[in-house]
């Protein structure tokens, strides 16, 4: 059979929108002196231009909008894009709706009780879901270039062989994993949803991919070291936390909830060895992968920004319910009451056995993560905690991946079939086999 030729049209739109993806979401910059990928200095600007209490009712009024908009949905006459839009909604989640609208308007006009209020827990919630609106919807636009135009595929075909055999996931979800570690969690879920949502992964392989790479980003590390008494292991650190992610990837995708969920895609079919591809390296795989790629960007354009712009935009509007609903509730219970202090007393033989310092100080601090990524280094502030006991809370807390006030947000109000029962155990089992990882690690770098 005489071998496909492609169009030059075809080679441009892969090469020339493949290259620009891969600048705006994966190459650092400097401009005015911060030094980031093209994709957050576009979001730090728009943020800049509006003014933080315009912010503060944006993210109020969405939490209204989401409310009103989930309750209309339930009449007769709705509008369809509104049931659409609300067909998953359950009991849960018009508690967080009704608690987010409170709690937004409580904080955005300084009315109401002082733990909602206090500028640490209500402000910071409301400055998370601002945070995750204008990343999602901003990458949302810009995310076509790296999954439409044939770099995903490309890279996809490249990386199958690998990501199959360690993983158990096509190799596209190196990309996943890629922008969520240079750019945000949600940037990396959104991402996985659209995928799943396209038939390009299977049930398992979504759930997979957004629990075990959804990390933090690169400009949160500097964050929490700083806090958590030590930022000289900077580098060290990000190296452990990623190679901890991967060998978690690894672990998790083979034992239960993830490897009990179906290999069947989003409208019910099952995935089949033809569906699966090739899954070895040969002499093909090169001219395979640039196949698969030019396919893609042949029948690509350059409109579907405008479909990306439109459906990262409807799945904002309900992180940011999920978020300052969740966020005021953990951030208030961490700050005046002493529950996290309570989840930590099982752990202080663990960590005494494991021969770290501070124990009663970093204890509570392990599974407070589940909250919030910032709480356990928040934790440590202001302390005088040794810097082993800082990096191996940060190191624990970055490779946990589950956590409330972003990443476990954005799971649940993807298409992506995993609920909160999951999130709760896959939390727990990472913390469970961490634990020990994490200390080995210490001591690799600070001695045993």
Request: glycine letters at 6%; aromatic letters at 12%; one cysteine or more.
């Amino acid at each position: 059979m005489k071998e496909k030729t492609y169009s030059s049209a075809a080679w441009i739109k892969f090469l020339a929108f493949s290259a620009l993806g891969i600048f705006i979401f994966f190459i650092n910059i400097n401009i005015g002196g911060s030094k980031n990928v093209p994709m957050l200095h576009i979001i730090n600007i728009v943020k800049g231009k509006v003014p933080p209490n315009a912010n503060m009712w944006l993210v109020t009024l969405i939490c209204l909008f989401t409310l009103v908009t989930s309750l209309w949905a339930r009449l007769p006459g709705a509008p369809q894009w509104i049931r659409n839009h609300h067909a998953k909604d359950n009991i849960f989640s018009y508690f967080t709706y009704i608690t987010a609208a409170i709690f937004s308007l409580m904080v955005t006009l300084n009315v109401g009780p002082v733990f909602i209020i206090d500028p640490v827990v209500g402000a910071s919630s409301v400055n998370v879901a601002r945070d995750v609106i204008y990343s999602v919807v901003i990458a949302g636009a810009l995310v076509v270039f790296l999954t439409e135009f044939g770099l995903l595929e490309f890279i996809g075909t490249l990386m199958e062989p690998i990501m199959r055999k360690c993983f158990r996931v096509p190799g596209k979800s190196s990309i996943d994993a890629l922008s969520s570690f240079v750019c945000s969690p949600a940037v990396g879920v959104m991402i996985t949803s659209s995928l799943y949502k396209g038939k390009i992964y299977t049930q398992r392989e979504a759930v997979t991919i957004t629990t075990s790479f959804s990390v933090c980003s690169l400009g949160a590390f500097a964050f929490l070291s700083g806090m958590a008494n030590c930022s000289e292991y900077y580098s060290v650190l990000i190296l452990s936390s990623l190679v901890l992610v991967f060998i978690m990837a690894a672990i998790m995708v083979r034992i239960p909830p993830i490897s009990k969920k179906k290999d069947v895609y989003i409208d019910g079919e099952a995935q089949t060895p033809e569906l699966l591809g090739n899954t070895r390296y040969d002499r093909e795989i090169l001219p395979r992968a640039f196949r698969a790629a030019l396919d893609k960007a042949e029948a690509a354009s350059p409109s579907a920004m405008l479909g990306g712009l439109s459906s990262a935009g409807a799945y904002s509007l309900k992180i940011a319910s999920f978020v300052v609903s969740l966020s005021v509730i953990f951030l208030a219970l961490a700050n005046y009451t002493p529950v996290i202090s309570w989840l930590g007393l099982p752990v202080i033989p663990i960590l005494n056995l494991l021969g770290l310092p501070d124990v009663e100080l970093i204890a509570p601090s392990v599974l407070s993560g589940f909250f919030a990524l910032s709480l356990p280094s928040t934790l440590l502030k202001g302390t005088a905690v040794a810097a082993k006991s800082g990096f191996f809370v940060v190191l624990l807390s970055t490779a946990q991946v589950i956590f409330f006030t972003e990443s476990a947000n954005a799971m649940l109000e993807s298409e992506i079939p995993v609920d909160f029962k999951d999130l709760l155990i896959i939390f727990l089992e990472r913390t469970v086999f961490l634990i020990p990882l994490c200390a080995l690690f210490c001591g690799m770098v600070f001695g045993f």
